[in-house]
């Protein structure tokens, strides 16, 4: 299946086709093995969620603090082997027949068990697919079990394999984009759940229950930010990321950035409305955004780079005489199996690379201006997601804009 620019419905059915979640998986491990063969490696072993569930599809009990400490894959050229926290390992082996191998690991922690891993679990794999003297790459290992590795498999060459899966992940193969559809839609009922919740005297944390319910009821996985970020009134100058007991009061400007991760892949949808009737300065700076916004999206073509598109939208800000005021962030980031993942548009951090925009790279979009001493609230952001086509930029997002605002 290819996308068609419209979400299906998330459901297997059989009356249509769908999502081809075989070619999903195939065109995935061939995307790495071609990336793992272009940086000369041998295997690629991981352990942060997105590139193990890339590799398996593997969709574990996330434990909070623990990323990186109990799961991972190790991908040869002919299977993937997995590591999984010994809680999900019996429901693997019955009901994901596509992994090769898989064996139950303790949380990699604690120093004795690091090594009963690496000694008992991971060397036995090494040797018996002759990887003890290779290159493997690797992402994201705590210290005691980077030093293990080290230490414990010395004739391993160890490289950087988290480079490798982000070139791998960098353009979307047409099964993903029908997944980034689906999560749009998700996220856009999520967002909207959010916003119908918002009138005086209803609090922060209130506004993002609805939101977190809708996302469950959906069949969501979890939203796009571990702590929903639900800013309103003052607290968005300067943003405070994340949903407190402040009550919303007429004339606040209230942001909400939720998104959601559906099979995998995140959304990730912010808008920003108002409480009431907005003033003269909120609707100044909401036109600031939203006109530099829209700029930014028109220019995501291809051939087109990461720097250009955020030369774009500071220039209109500048127009509004509001540039100085963009948060201490980066304007866009590349979206997929990771909720933040390279490129970004606009680091504000020196030496971040410059990338030529392809089709098939999918971004989410959010600048964010915030302007002190606002009665109701000065900080403004806007979000969308936005697929690069041959033809120029898609906007997969649907949902509005606030009338009121724009004025």
């Not at 009550?247 to 991760?261: A, E």
Request: charged share 25%; glycine share 10%; net charge negative.
């Amino acid at each position: 299946m290819v996308s068609d620019g419209w979400a299906r419905g998330p459901l297997g059915v059989d009356y249509e086709q769908r999502v081809d979640f075989p070619a999903l998986r195939a065109g995935r491990l061939k995307r790495a093995r071609q990336a793992m063969a272009a940086a000369g490696l041998d295997a690629l072993l991981v352990w942060k969620d997105e590139n193990v569930r890339y590799l398996s599809s593997l969709r574990p009990q996330l434990i909070a603090g623990k990323s990186g400490l109990l799961n991972g894959a190790l991908l040869t050229p002919d299977e993937v082997v997995l590591f999984t926290s010994g809680g999900d390992t019996d429901r693997v082996r019955d009901t994901m027949p596509w992994v090769a191998e898989v064996h139950p690991i303790p949380i990699l922690e604690e120093a004795g068990l690091v090594a009963y891993f690496v000694d008992r679990v991971l060397k036995p794999v090494l040797e018996r697919k002759g990887l003890v003297r290779g290159r493997v790459g690797t992402d994201l290992a705590s210290f005691a079990l980077h030093e293990a590795l080290r230490e414990r498999v010395p004739e391993v060459r160890w490289s950087d394999g988290d480079a490798v899966m982000q070139r791998a992940r960098r353009v979307k193969l047409p099964e993903e984009v029908a997944l980034l559809e689906e999560a749009t839609a998700m996220a856009e009922a999520v967002t909207q759940a959010a916003l119908d919740a918002i009138r005086p005297g209803v609090r922060e944390v209130e506004v993002a229950a609805e939101a977190m319910r809708v996302l469950y009821r959906l069949g969501g996985e979890y939203a796009h930010v571990t702590t929903p970020f639900v800013a309103s009134g003052e607290r968005m100058s300067p943003p405070t990321r994340l949903s407190t007991d402040k009550l919303i009061r007429h004339g606040d400007l209230v942001f909400v950035d939720i998104g959601c991760m559906w099979n995998g892949y995140f959304a990730d949808v912010g808008r920003t409305v108002i409480c009431g009737e907005p003033s003269p300065d909120q609707r100044r700076i909401y036109r600031a955004v939203y006109e530099a916004h829209r700029a930014g999206l028109e220019a995501m073509r291809p051939g087109v780079t990461n720097r250009q598109v955020a030369d774009r939208i500071r220039a209109e800000a500048r127009g509004h005489g509001l540039e100085e005021y963009f948060l201490t962030l980066f304007i866009g980031h590349g979206i997929g199996v990771g909720s933040n993942e390279p490129p970004y548009v606009g680091e504000v951090f020196p030496d971040a690379e410059e990338v030529v925009l392809q089709p098939g790279m999918v971004f989410a979009m959010e600048p964010l201006i915030w302007v002190p001493g606002v009665r109701g609230g000065g900080g403004v952001r806007l979000e969308d997601m936005v697929l690069v086509t041959e033809t120029g930029p898609r906007v997969l997002c649907r949902l509005p804009y606030d009338a009121r605002l724009l004025g």
